[in-house]
């Protein structure tokens, strides 16, 4: 890459050819009123905002004369720090370009501008294009507080802290001095940040609790907002500020807890499961001992075998019913802790082992089931998984079928690609109730008082989709049906 000198470039300022483009394009329409100047490198061609020309004191048509124009309009205490930092940013030596000097406009008063600048690059790396946008911060500026953040010590530490650090005026919001984590942060461009304000990024409800908050202490530590909406569809964040009220600007950290609240989010929900499992499967693990203890009992003191045989089956159901809880916390279980290895899965033969299963479990009487299986390639899988799930919403799908229907049927449906397998299992029989809908994956959840089950099934589905990387889709219509639907990730 070509590197620019001092010299060449005030030499190169100093003999631009000016071009008016005022009113041209749609990104005239756009800046507003801002001030701002643009600078094409490669044919040494300025252009200057309508609200620069103002700020220099030229009408939209004059010719403005460039020869020692920099040198008459910034204060001389300042020129060579502007030009020595135009000139490392050009040149690639810092990053962004961000100062506060002294303009004089044609009042002859000298103002305090913020200019932030953002360049294009060629192929060979060399800047071809400049863009700096001027910010009016005089007021702020010889305000008591204002040099806190901008004074030359603490400049670079500012610049490149890891946390974001931001000032804003308390009434407009507008935002004064950031670095550039912060812009990072909330993904803001170099072209949008002259117009960005802290209640466009927060949003509405978190500024409010924020101004009440500084307003009556005057400081802020570790306030956790979420933030919706702005560079990504969800953000936390720890929030601290401090509020100078006499020069009206607040100076905030911010610190991204997205990840670490994400974490939280998901302990204290393993906590409510947790809870939630110990109390339920101990009752249901104890139900079928205390039936299974009190039939002992009855078989005992009874004389009549026709009725120590009903206490036998009574007994042996209790059995299957606890055997059944316990391989379904053995099933989740293992989905929490074992991942074997993925292997080619034919799809009709899986179905028809889980149909013939548990078909001839229940009185299936006018019951027809149909399958059809489209799967031209190879289905690659956790074999286990899929028959969890094949297996758990086909024994539903007999198991609640109508028996007031005089046609009851289950269509399962399978469409194989190389990037997934679109699996659904569908039936006419007693579907569930829209309240109940919702909470059907639910740990111990029952939807139906004529549930035989632990309430297990389906939260085993949601855990073992959710390790497949499967997408789940439920319609249901009390008494007219359900419709489960997988998109499987073909991990072939």
């Known amino acids: 890459m ?82 020595n930092h135009l000139v490392d940013f050009i040149n690639g030596i810092i990053t962004t370009y961000e100062q506060i000097f002294r303009v004089r406009p044609v009042t002859g008063k000298y103002l305090w501008m913020k200019s932030e600048a953002t360049l294009k690059r060629n192929a060979e790396g060399e800047a071809i294009w400049a863009k700096a946008y001027y910010t009016d911060v005089t007021a702020l500026k010889e305000q008591k507080g204002y040099t806190k953040l901008g004074g030359d010590k603490y400049r670079n530490l500012f610049q490149n802290s890891m946390i974001a650090m931001v000032r804003n005026d308390l009434t407009t919001g507008i935002i004064l001095e950031a670095n550039e984590k912060f812009w990072d942060l909330f993904f803001i461009t170099v072209d949008e940040r002259h117009r960005t304000k802290c209640q466009d990024i927060i949003g509405e409800k978190n500024s409010k609790i924020i101004y009440q908050l500084l307003k009556e202490g005057g400081s802020i530590d570790d306030l956790e907002l979420e933030i919706k909406g702005w560079g990504r569809s969800s953000l936390w964040i720890s929030f601290g500020a401090i509020l100078y009220e006499e020069e009206g600007v607040v100076d905030c950290i911010i610190k991204d807890i997205t990840e670490t609240k994400s974490s939280l989010i998901e302990l204290q929900k393993v906590n409510f499961e947790l809870d939630s499992f110990i109390y339920h499967s101990s009752h249901d693990l104890r139900s079928p001992l205390r039936s299974i203890l009190g039939l002992i009992d009855v078989f005992r003191l009874e004389k009549n075998e026709k009725v120590k045989a009903e206490c036998i089956a009574k007994i042996e159901s209790s059995v299957k019913r606890l055997d059944a809880l316990v391989i379904d916390l053995l099933s989740i279980s293992r989905n929490d802790r074992i991942n074997d290895p993925h292997m080619s899965i034919n799809f009709m033969v899986e179905i028809n082992s889980s149909i013939t299963s548990y078909y001839y479990t229940r009185d299936n009487e006018g019951l027809e089931i149909v399958t059809n299986v489209h799967q031209p390639i190879e289905f690659y899988s956790d074999l286990t998984r899929i028959r969890i799930i094949l297996n758990n919403l086909i024994s539903n799908a007999i198991k609640y079928r109508s028996k007031h229907k005089d046609y009851s049927y289950i269509k399962v449906d399978v469409q194989v690609d190389e990037e997934k397998a679109v699996l659904e299992i569908e039936d006419n029989g007693e579907g569930i109730e829209a309240s109940k809908l919702p909470h059907i994956f639910d740990m111990f959840y029952r939807a139906t008082e004529k549930s035989e089950g632990s309430g297990l099934g389906l939260y085993i589905v949601k855990k073992v989709a959710d390790k497949l990387n499967a997408e789940i889709q439920v319609r249901s219509e009390e008494l007219e049906g359900t419709n489960f639907k997988f998109v499987i990730p073909n991990t072939k």
């Open 2 to 83: 070509k590197f620019v000198q001092v010299t060449d470039l005030l030499e190169r300022l100093d003999k631009p050819d000016f071009v008016i483009r005022q009113g041209e394009g749609a990104d005239l329409k756009q800046e507003g009123k801002a001030i701002f100047w643009e600078w094409d490198f490669e044919n040494n061609r300025l252009y200057f905002s309508p609200q620069m020309r103002q700020l220099f004191g030229y009408s939209p048509d004059e010719v403005i004369p460039m020869d020692g124009l920099w040198r008459k309009h910034i204060h001389p205490e300042d020129l060579n720090k502007v030009i």
